[in-house]
Nanobody
Framework: QVHLVESGGGSVQAGGSLRLSCVVK???????MAWFRQAPGKEREGVAG????????DYADSVEGRFTISRDTSKNTTYLQMNSLEPEDSAMYYC???????????????????WGQGTQVTVSS
């Protein structure tokens, strides 16, 4: 079985930083990893995605330049460094895994097979 476990969420003031972690437990290799978020009353949206080789990550326009996605394959862990946080970033954050072949648009949640349970991020003004 495959399990994704997120951690690192919390409450911060605007302008602050958080680093989220997602550990993949189980037999996955060469999979595409992504972070999504969902705020109350809003649809889930893609935040960032990354291939197993860590090259050419993808970002939503709203976080480009503030968030950085990375992964440590030796630890089966994907990270989301979030800087200059804004109240609009408040949401439940989920990591997701898409086993190969990774096709389609990275921010379409329907293509991801595995999901974590989520970690809450709250940014106060």
């Amino acid at each position: 079985q495959v399990h994704l476990v997120e951690s690192g969420g919390g409450s911060v003031q605007a302008g602050g930083s958080l680093r989220l972690s997602c550990v993949v437990k189980g037999a996955l290799s060469r999979y595409y990893m992504a972070w999504f978020r969902q705020a109350p009353g809003k649809e889930r949206e893609g935040v960032a995605g990354i291939y197993h080789d860590g090259l050419t990550p993808d970002y939503a326009d709203s976080v480009e330049g503030r968030f950085t996605i990375s992964r440590d394959t030796s630890k089966n862990t994907t990270y989301l460094q979030m800087n200059s946080l804004e109240p609009e970033d408040s949401a439940m954050y989920y990591c997701a895994a898409d086993p190969p072949p990774h096709v389609g648009t990275w921010d379409q949640d329907v293509q991801y097979e595995y999901w974590g349970q989520g970690t809450q991020v709250t940014v106060s003004s």
